[in-house]
Every structure is written in C-alpha cells, then in structure tokens.
C-alpha cells in the first residue's frame, strides 16, 4: 500500500454506491450523503460516483480523481424475495477486484449491508478496511490513523486485518453514535435520481428499541434512539426543496417509536410550511387520530404501516407489540383522514399456519381502501431473534453460507411455492395486492406519470392497472 500519497494537504475520498435496483423505485444513497457531509467538514475532498447516475465507468473516474481513499457502500444483501432471490454481494466483491487493478489507494466498505455481515464480507471482497453501523465518525477516524500511519484496530465500529490476514470487527461505540454532521446532497446526483422517481428520504431518528423477531434495524443502528430536533429536520426537507425535491420519505425504522420526537417533527414542519409532502413507516402502537391528523397538517401523504400479519397469534410469534385490532383502528383512522395507506405482510414466518395465512386475507377485506405489499418467508439475518431459531446453530452451516446464498424461513408445513401460489391466485381479485416486485406493466406505467411531475409512490395506480388488466382478461 502507498502511503506517500496518504500525506497530501487535502486528501482526496472516492465515495462509490454500487445500488442500481430499483424495485419499486431507485433508492438514492442517504448514507452516502451522511458520510459525505463528514469527510467534508473534516476537511477531505471528495466525489461521488454512482453506478446509476454517473457517467462513465468507475476505472475512469478512479483515473482522472487520483483519490487517496476508495469507500464502498452496499445498502442491500439481496432482494429479499424468497420466490425470487437476487443476491448483490458479487457486485461488491466484483467492484473491488476491479479497483485493486487500477488503483494502489485503500479500499473501505460499509452500508448497511456490510454491517451485517462485516467480517465476511470483508475477506469476500479482499478490500482492506471496513466500517460498521453509523459510519461518519469511524471512518474519520480510520482515514486519521491510515494518514498518520497509526494501526486502526482500536477505532470502534471497524473492521480491519490481523497479522495472518483474518479479518476482525470492533463493536460500535455507543458515543460515537448520532448525528454527527449534516448530509451531503450533490446536485447533479440527487437530480438524477429525482428525475428517475426516487423518493429522496430524510433521516429523523436511528435507532430501534423494537424487538421484531426478523429484523435487523437494531444490529445495524442500535436499539437506542438518537433524534435530530424538529428545526434540523426542517432544514434538511429545506435544502432538499431549494434542490428541486417535492416529496420525501421519513426512513426511520418506525417514525412514531417516540411521540414526543413525532409532535415536535410535525409541529416544525407545520409552522415551516415547507410545501414538501412525504410518507413514512409508522407502527399501529399508540397510535392515534390525532396524531395522524397532525401528521398530515404537517404534509404526510402516504403511511406504510409494518403490520407483517392480521393475526394476533403470528403477530405475537413475530415479535410484534400490537394486535390486529389496533391495525384495524388505525386504519380506520388513515381511511377517515384520506391519508393513502398501506401495509406490508409478511407470509410464512414463525407461528404461520395454513389458517392464519387464510385469517389475514379474510381480515384484510375488512380495512377499507388499503393497498397491500406481500412477502414469503423471513430473510434470515444475523443479530435477530430469528437467527438464533433457524441460523447456523439450527442448521450447522457457517455464516458464509447465509450469506452466499439468502435463505429464508418457512414454517412448515408451508413452502414458498404454496404460499405464492396461493397468494396469486388471491390477487386475481384482490387488485389492491402486489406480491413481491410491482408488475412491469405499473412499473413502465409509473415512469411514464413521473415524467409529467407526478410524484409520492403512487400506489393507487397499481390498483387501477390490475383492475384494467383483470377485465381485459375476463372479456
């Protein structure tokens, strides 16, 4: 490794995002942008390069930018679609091979994907460095120690390579947790991805106190929560609309785990009168009208609720800490307000059975006007409740093996051919459901409404294009 090069006044960060897929719609690198606000205040020259926005390929930007330090990011493992799975690891791995042959600068990964899987994700990809969870102050800190030639094996939320070449991963600090600078928009990047229909999101908290058995919201940011106060969230939606963004998407794991933080979020968005409009994930739990009449005065125009099952008894298995009847409440309350709603369902996990499956579809003609987004089986990731039930020690495979190829649980006695068999046929009068990715016909059709200025997820129009569909099929 070169460290002559790692001296220079202004040292130079080659941030790459590798994501292109983009089931419903491209998902523009928040993470990166925090990163980059980062190195920015702490003095680092930097540039973007994006697989779907920039031009030309990445060896010639690597070529003309000359950077002292390349940092990867991998937001997502796979799909997530057991009935489709696609794994985005080769990419990654790929990626830095490819660097390796044209560029002598320290290669660094992170993301949340990364996050989940450091250590071998870390030997896979051959890159010499990696960052864990939140990665603005580690990775700070690890360029310090690399441009001071000090080992960064101490540096908390690393991973790094001992004398044999093993790779290790420090804990994450609880005090370097937070928000320790502002996002970073490059214009020309965020453009291309508004452009393309992306829903720009806005960070208000990280963190995650909930216990839901599959997910890995809390390994990667923590289970205790971190707010930015109601101004710094109206400045950010602020500088995103001088930036030409219209429509936001709040991305916390769950926007209402606090509802303090959730009144004065609301209440400055309200007085600010930013006339950005925006969705969020919220969890039916203490719910109420108010609070949802709040949120729309203060411009939220889409809700998609985590529900994952209208059975108590699965709902219980899965971790969840409400019950059907509060998921029907509270749609009743987003149906009153015209708020558009949705929720997500989760198929074929712990506690499922042939007739809890049938429960929830029945139950689900009961909620007015909602729209549903289906899934089977659990993605089985490390840190959860789930992997301790059906991970390695169930198994006896290794963790690379969860990795190299994504797996899933499925209660038996259902499998994923029965469920999305079943499911499809549900869906043939059910128009409201999309199972898995949205058809192609929504997805050219959605393309075609962004380019006349439309914006939000527009899931209204997947009903109207199934209800068109299922007549022409039926004449």
């Not at 200025?453 to 009903?463: S, V």
Request: glycine share 8%; hydrophobic share 40%.
């Amino acid at each position: 490794m070169d460290t002559q090069s790692l001296q220079s006044a202004a040292p130079c960060v080659l941030l790459v995002n590798l994501n292109t897929y983009d089931q419903p719609y491209p998902v523009y690198p928040l993470g990166l942008a925090y990163i980059d606000g980062a190195l920015r205040a702490a003095g680092y020259e930097t540039y973007l390069w994006d697989a779907r926005a920039s031009r030309g390929p990445l060896e010639e930007t690597v070529a003309q930018f000359q950077p002292d330090f390349i940092a990867l990011s991998l937001r997502n493992i796979d799909n997530a679609q057991s009935h489709n799975p696609l794994s985005f690891v080769r990419s990654l791995a790929d990626c830095c091979a490819t660097l390796r042959k044209v560029t002598r600068a320290p290669i660094i990964v992170g993301g949340s994907a990364f996050s989940i899987f450091p250590t071998e994700l870390l030997e896979l990809t051959g890159a010499d460095y990696g960052v864990r969870g939140e990665g603005e102050a580690p990775l700070v800190a690890l360029l310090a120690a690399l441009r001071e030639n000090r080992p960064p094996s101490s540096i908390p939320g690393v991973a790094w390579k001992d004398a044999s070449r093993a790779a290790c991963c420090n804990e994450y600090a609880a005090r370097q947790a937070g928000f320790t600078a502002e996002p970073a928009h490059t214009p020309d990047i965020l453009a291309s991805y508004v452009g393309a229909g992306s829903i720009i999101g806005v960070q208000t908290q990280r963190g995650c106190p909930l216990k839901c058995c599959y997910c890995s919201y809390p390994h990667i940011e923590g289970r205790r929560s971190r707010y930015r106060t109601g101004a710094q969230v109206v400045e950010e939606m602020a500088r995103l609309r001088d930036l030409g963004v219209r429509y936001t998407f709040i991305v916390d794991s769950v926007f209402n785990t606090n509802e303090r933080h959730l009144v004065e979020v609301c209440e400055a968005l309200c007085s600010a009168n930013l006339g950005v409009e925006w969705e969020c994930f919220l969890s039916p739990r203490g719910l109420t009208r108010d609070h949802l009449a709040l949120m729309k005065r203060a411009g939220m125009r889409h809700v998609e609720f985590g529900a994952d099952s209208f059975s108590d008894p699965v709902l219980k298995a899965y971790g969840k800490v409400f019950t059907y009847e509060d998921i029907r409440r509270v749609s009743a309350y987003a149906d009153e307000l015209g708020i558009l709603y949705g929720h997500f369902l989760i198929f074929g996990g712990p506690g499922e059975t042939p007739g809890t499956v049938e429960q929830t579809l029945a139950r689900a003609a009961e909620i007015p006007r909602a729209y549903y987004f289906a899934t089977i089986g659990m993605r089985i990731f490390p840190g959860t409740p789930l992997w301790e039930k059906s991970g390695p020690a169930a198994t006896g495979e290794t963790r690379e093996a969860f990795l190299a190829t994504p797996r899933f649980h499925i209660e038996p006695p259902l499998t994923v051919e029965s469920l999305y068999e079943r499911l499809a046929v549900f869906r043939n009068t059910a128009p409201n459901w999309v199972v898995g990715d949205p058809p192609s016909a929504f997805v050219a059709t959605i393309k075609k409404l962004r380019s006349r200025g439309l914006r939000g997820p527009l899931w209204e129009y997947i009903e109207i294009l199934q209800r068109y569909q299922q007549s022409g099929e039926n004449r």
